[in-house]
């Protein structure tokens, strides 16, 4: 197995192509790492500057004194296959190409003297042609996006590995914004030397890791794939969006990237057999990740609170449509349940709460359903548009997760003042959606997971 | 036919259980009445009081000097008949009751005292158990949920109409922050005097309205409702989200508003038959009326320009999935594309114009592609971020909507930026999406509707 630890964690990295020109890509990933916060040590490469942006610039790699873990490659692609192997020759492990110009427009013959390169010298190539590497928790960030375009995540515990730039960008970004937590990030681009199942193996041993979500358009090494992902998903699970699923998208796919995507049914088939847990839109690559995150749940009877009658409607018409079951109260919690809601209200499942709950009768609601064993998963319904409903009903929903022994999804359907407590409780690790099929079709694949 | 233009677009409005306590829906309904700049004169109402808001405040309505239009009224159930039967002989023929406690908690008596006053004065009243009525255009605000909890949106063609308040309020929160301009709102509640058929009516009338939008738990009047819908849908859209599709959620639907849901089956068959497009999830209500606000298209050929290969991708995916068809440029927009992109780029439909793209290649390209009479519909994927791109081509993607014959639909997936960009092309009514699956769903819809 590759060891790709200097890649994702390294000490020092080196920046070769680095520009002292603001726009240049070589400029963004070096403020990028100090902007950053990068403990490590930086080494700007380029034979025709001094200094940049504060540090110290060598010509080559040969010439900086000392160890360097990895390289970050944002140079024309003609030069690659050289300063790879003065990346060799210095003893540096891990590489990250981000130039394009090989084998995705046709240029093969470069792309095969990059890989006869890294081959000679055993060093890890991510890309050429890719995007770069993220960990937030060592703070390492090749990614030449502007900070402003793509926000960066906190730190948790879903890695992504993608095979376009533009979709690992999206995914970034989106995750940022959402305030969910992510592990390691890798865009491969063309996996010329580091591929997919490389990388599933990496993270597969990464303690932090927790989550694997893959956006692929093809795999090259087809059988070690699914032997690898099978072995992994007995202990993590793998969330998949496979691009090329169409007979136009297979052409597409090829056209993009040179993969041979295959036929999708041939796909669907293998990734059942390994337990991949399968993602049919961007979104509910997001969706799934966030539900399993949590270690581990009972089943599939599923407890409704909420204090808009129609969304639980709906909420109780995903259950069916998700293959769920809505659960039984016990008379324990139906008595308990009586005790704290006004009259005009329901104790059965759907539990409606009623358009004046407050985050007090959330508390009582939730402490009785969280108790009843014929509940397995809690689905919180809370629109914040009303009147009751404000930041302390959130208080009430962490405490829940923190002390209840049960995983709990919540829905809140809204703009910025919703979207902004969402927000709150996807990074303290309660998955928010925002319709209650969304959240149903994700507590499903948590529940399935767990079955297997 | 139902009158409701004074319930829409009242000259004068009453405001019957006006409170001067901040708290109390009778004050919030008063003040956004003022802080919305509604144009006509408010008369609050409140035996206890003399002055609220700066605005003079009469015991009854019968004691206003002035001739009154509509009135909006929040006081205890029991109170509402009286206050009715003081509307109708005061000359008032649109009454919103958002009051609850009738039908929906078992006082059925009280709901039907309600429904003879209002016949025997010829009143139409919306509601009761309701969230009140928007308008946008006339400034008219009867919802009593504070504005900095749920936004309030642009003025627009989009009209909705909700049976759940709380789904209403979601909507219109919803609306205003993704930028979509609304015609009318209602929330109608218990339906008492003033159903889903009346409303249809009266939207298939309205000018202001292009697109109809409906979320129903139930159907009182069904074989009106139907007749009434086929004839619309000859001239306007009309999308329904049908809660209670599940066993359990027809149960729910019951017990929360009373209706009798009936079979999905039945409904799916109705609404098909009606040219109906119905939504099976929240946010497609909105992923499809937008889309649908386009008036015209003539066919389903769609071209994809983008400057995410992996993106570009998916959307193919999404073509075929959706029962599109992926265009074939002619030689003429082949040749001509092939002017203006790099080397490296094909010009070929998926049109990938690489990631280094920018507005000015954006513009060439649409240019381009729009005048091909083999494409129907024009697919956008830009992703903002690229390094690329910026504001600029929102300027470019909005002139080619006006001045092009095409519809557009755009695919921007991200954060904070992104999310920026997509409200203002939405405000310029270019329906965006998170996701190629979501845009290609709703071009569909479109597509359907315009063969039909």
């Given at each position: 197995m590759r060891d790709l630890e200097p890649i994702f964690d390294p000490k020092s990295i080196a920046v070769i192509g680095?520009?002292?020109?603001?726009?240049?890509i070589g400029h963004v990933i070096v403020k990028n790492f100090l902007d950053g916060g990068f403990a490590g040590s930086v080494y700007p490469i380029n034979?025709?500057?001094?200094?940049?942006l504060g540090l110290k610039c060598y010509p080559?790699?040969?010439?900086?004194?000392s160890n360097i873990d990895s390289a970050v490659v944002a140079v024309h692609a003609s030069l690659v296959p050289g300063v790879l192997k003065e990346c060799g020759e210095k003893g540096i492990t891990g590489v990250v190409v981000i130039s394009g110009g090989f084998s995705e427009v046709g240029n093969v013959a470069l792309e095969q003297e990059l890989v006869k390169v890294a081959n000679k010298y055993s060093l890890n190539v991510i890309g050429p042609n890719c995007l770069g590497v993220l960990n937030p928790a060592a703070r390492n960030d090749s990614i030449f996006l502007p900070i402003y375009k793509m926000g960066r995540p906190k730190v948790g515990g879903i890695s992504f590995i993608s095979q376009s730039g533009a979709v690992g960008g999206c995914i970034i970004d989106l995750a940022a914004r959402a305030g969910i937590g992510m592990g390691k990030f890798v865009s491969y681009g063309n996996a010329a030397v580091v591929d997919e199942v490389d990388l599933l193996g990496y993270l597969a041993e990464d303690e932090k890791t927790r989550v694997i979500v893959a956006y692929l358009e093809?795999?090259?090494r087809g059988r070690e794939f699914l032997k690898t992902a099978k072995e992994i998903t007995k202990h993590k699970p793998i969330i998949v969006l496979k691009a090329g699923r169409s007979k136009e998208g297979v052409k597409a796919a090829h056209s993009h990237t040179g993969s041979l995507a295959g036929s999708h049914e041939v796909y669907q088939a293998a990734f059942k057999q390994a337990h991949v847990i399968e993602a049919n839109r961007l979104n509910e690559l997001f969706d799934f990740s966030k539900m399993l995150d949590?270690?581990?749940?009972?089943?599939?009877r599923i407890a409704i609170i909420t204090n808009g009658g129609g969304t639980g409607v709906l909420a109780v018409d995903a259950v069916e449509e998700n293959g769920l079951e809505l659960a039984k109260f016990s008379p324990a919690t139906e008595r308990e349940l009586r005790k704290i809601?006004?009259?005009?209200?329901?104790?059965?499942?759907?539990l409606d709460l009623v358009g004046d709950a407050d985050a007090a009768r959330y508390e009582k609601a939730l402490d009785i359903v969280m108790k009843d064993p014929g509940v397995d998963v809690v689905v919180v319904i809370v629109l914040f548009q009303t009147v009751g409903i404000d930041s302390r009903v959130v208080n009430v929903i962490v405490k829940a997760r923190e002390t209840g022994r049960k995983p709990i999804a919540v829905i809140s359907t809204g703009g910025e003042y919703t979207e902004f407590h969402r927000r709150i409780m996807d990074s303290y690790g309660i998955p928010t959606y925002g319709s209650p099929s969304d959240a149903l079709a994700s507590v499903a694949k948590f529940v399935e997971y767990c079955k297997k």
């Open positions: 680095a520009s002292r020109e603001p726009g240049k034979p025709n500057v001094d200094e940049l080559t790699v040969m010439d900086v004194p093809g795999v090259k949590y270690p581990v749940c009972s089943g599939g809601l006004p009259d005009y209200a329901n104790a059965a499942n759907p």
